[in-house]
């Protein structure tokens, strides 16, 4: 994961957008829970910068 | 092995230009075991390269390939094609795989994406150390198989120097230093009568000294029968 | 830019995230549409290729759960 972020940085994304979260499958809630902090977090930082230049070539 | 570095994507984009069409080429031998530039790499640095230049809003065409060995000339000619129709290569190899490619195909742009450090062995997972420098006339047999060129900071061949401190060299203490080690082991092995023998100074006209260096086995030559 | 667009590709480990989402949807539990789930038969199958890949076809995020 720190591998990833870092290649994520160089690349000019923000390293926020990839995180690891850990638990056992009765967790339910806390699959409910990093599901609504990572969207939360990607909405903060906004659409992948990529997108819309993929929009651009179209 | 050989062990490589990758170079840092900014450096990589610097070397790589305005080309448009890139080729990351990558080496399935001594890169891919040192994590450097195998087909894995390969596809990392081809990924990266394409996301930070669209990001820079100068999107390039980049592929990858990786042959078994950029070293020889019958593994180069498996990727003859995508090499010839790119604008640059950018080699994954050690400097003999860049140099490889760029003696093979003429008229290729080729650089190179790594750093090629030395001769040396994993010694734990995440960690490559030196072992060889490759000086022409192996000299392990003196001190139990281990090279006091290669792992004596100051290549001595008579003992440590005064700056060898419990263990350690005087360049760092992180560095063991390299005739303890040869002390150590001699003694362990009970042949530490082998150290009384006197070793005249080296003749460093078989390392790199004496300039580019290059064997010629006569009895695996095919020229020879042409003629 | 509304929640609903964005891609958040979640990784999930079958027997442990994945059997949670699962739970959470039986137990008709709400999470936000933009994470999309993708199973993986372990999260030692997670891949940095596979994360790059996710970014450069447009996904917003990815999170890796097991």
């Not at chain 1, 902090?37 to 929009?55: A, D, F, I």
């Not at chain 2, 031998?29 to 450097?36: D, E, I, R």
Request: charged share 25%; glycine share 10%.
């Amino acid at each position: 994961m720190e591998y990833l972020q870092s290649l994520l940085k160089e690349i000019g994304l923000e390293p926020e957008r990839a995180r690891m979260f850990n638990l056992s499958a009765a967790m339910a809630g806390k699959f409910v829970e990093a599901a609504k902090e990572m969207t939360e977090k990607v909405t903060e930082l906004g659409p992948n910068p990529l997108k819309s230049k993929m929009k651009d070539e179209r | 092995m050989i062990v490589a570095e990758q170079k840092s994507l900014e450096e990589i984009k610097k070397l790589v230009g305005n080309a448009k069409k890139v080729l990351v080429a990558g080496c399935g031998t001594c890169v891919t075991v040192c994590f450097a530039g195998g087909s894995r790499e390969a596809a990392i640095v081809s990924a990266e390269l394409r996301m930070s230049t669209k990001l820079a809003g100068d999107p390039k065409e980049v592929a990858d390939v990786t042959v078994q060995r950029q070293c020889e000339w019958e593994y180069l000619d498996e990727i003859a094609e995508q090499v010839q129709g790119v604008d640059v290569v950018l080699s994954l190899g050690c400097g003999v795989g860049v140099q490889a490619i760029a003696e093979h195909f003429p008229n290729v742009w080729v650089v190179p994406g790594l750093n090629t450090k030395f001769m040396g062995l994993p010694t734990e997972q995440g960690v490559w150390a030196e072992r060889c420098a490759a000086c022409g006339d192996c000299i392990l047999g003196l001190t139990g198989g281990i090279c006091p060129i290669a792992r004596c900071s100051k290549s001595l061949l008579n003992g440590p120097c005064g700056g060898s401190l419990d263990g350690h060299c005087e360049i760092n203490a992180e560095v063991p230093c390299g005739w303890q080690l040869i002390y150590d082991r001699l003694k362990s092995m009970g042949k530490l009568e082998v150290l009384m023998e006197i070793q005249a100074p080296k003749n460093w006209r078989t390392s790199r000294d004496g300039g580019p260096r290059k064997i010629v086995r006569e009895d695996l030559r095919l020229v020879s029968e042409e003629k | 830019m509304t929640q609903d667009a964005l891609q958040i590709i979640a990784y999930c480990c079958e027997h442990c995230a994945y059997a949670a989402a699962d739970l959470a949807g039986g137990l008709r539990i709400q999470y936000p549409p933009s994470v999309r789930v993708v199973m993986l038969p372990c999260t030692g199958k997670m891949d940095v290729l596979l994360a790059l890949k996710a970014f450069e076809d447009g996904a917003d995020g990815i999170m890796t759960a097991g």
